[in-house]
């Protein structure tokens, strides 16, 4: 699996845009970028995923840089809710695929 | 309407003592996973099994054996408990075929072996 860093953590203020890097430069062709958080005490949840193409839901932003060696996920409008760990972590779309999580990023959403 | 849940939720438990825990989805997915997430705050890949069967084993150790009994449930049984296996254990599935192919983790049980 293609490995990614991220910052150890970040802080945002409430309400504002939270921009949370990752870098995955050695990414292969058919590798999709993940993103995935944990809320204090919880499993982890399902944000976005993508390959190429920028991508949006209703919880975030996914921009992928055109070589795809780093992708950033964006919070529109972040709320004390999104505090979390945000893992980065690339791999195949298809099949039994195990998430490798590193040790993400700790996002502090400050009111 | 619980997606993913584990029970039980927390366990306490004794050195050397056998115990298991235990994960149901009502998803409908064909994969299911077991990690384990140390003091360190790491998530590691334990198991995986597609379709009651086992495609992912890492490196754990003989005492910890998954059982399959259907696509719905994937059980964790641990035998003569250690100190090093306190941590918390999280079950997910996934249905492999979809387009977004994403795990749907369940709420953790915390482990604590004295």
């Known amino acids: 699996d293609a490995k990614t860093t991220q910052p150890t953590s970040m802080d945002c203020a409430e309400g504002r845009a939270a921009n949370l890097p990752c870098n995955h430069s050695?990414?292969?062709?058919?590798?999709?970028v993940y993103w995935y958080r944990q809320i204090h005490s919880q499993g982890p949840q399902y944000i976005i995923h993508?390959?190429?193409n920028n991508e949006t839901n209703e919880m975030a932003s996914l921009i992928i840089t055109e070589d795809r060696k780093s992708s950033t996920l964006i919070l529109p409008h972040a709320t004390l809710r999104d505090t979390a760990v945000y893992y980065c972590?690339?791999?195949?779309?298809?099949?039994?695929?195990?998430?490798?999580f590193g040790q993400g990023t700790r996002l502090t959403i400050n009111p | 309407d619980t997606a993913v849940s584990q029970t039980p939720k927390y366990l306490v438990t004794q050195m050397g003592n056998d115990k298991s825990i235990k994960c149901e989805q009502n998803?409908?997915?064909?994969?299911m996973y077991w990690y384990k997430q140390d003091s360190k705050k790491f998530l590691k890949i334990m198991f995986s099994?597609?379709?009651?069967?086992?495609?992912i084993n890492e490196t754990v150790p003989n005492r910890f054996s998954p059982k399959s009994p259907d696509k719905a449930h994937l059980n964790l049984h641990i035998n003569s408990l250690e100190l090093g296996d306190s941590a918390v254990y999280f079950c997910?599935?996934?249905?492999?075929?979809?387009?977004?192919?994403?795990?749907?983790f369940g709420p953790g049980t915390r482990l604590t072996v004295l």
């Open positions: 997910a599935s996934s249905r492999t075929s979809g387009r977004v192919n994403e795990q749907f």
């Open positions: 050695t990414i292969s062709g058919n590798e999709y």
């Open positions: 993508g390959l190429k």
């Open positions: 972590i690339v791999r195949l779309l298809q099949g039994a695929q195990k998430l490798v």
């Open positions: 998803l409908g997915h064909d994969t």
């Open positions: 099994y597609n379709n009651k069967e086992l495609i």
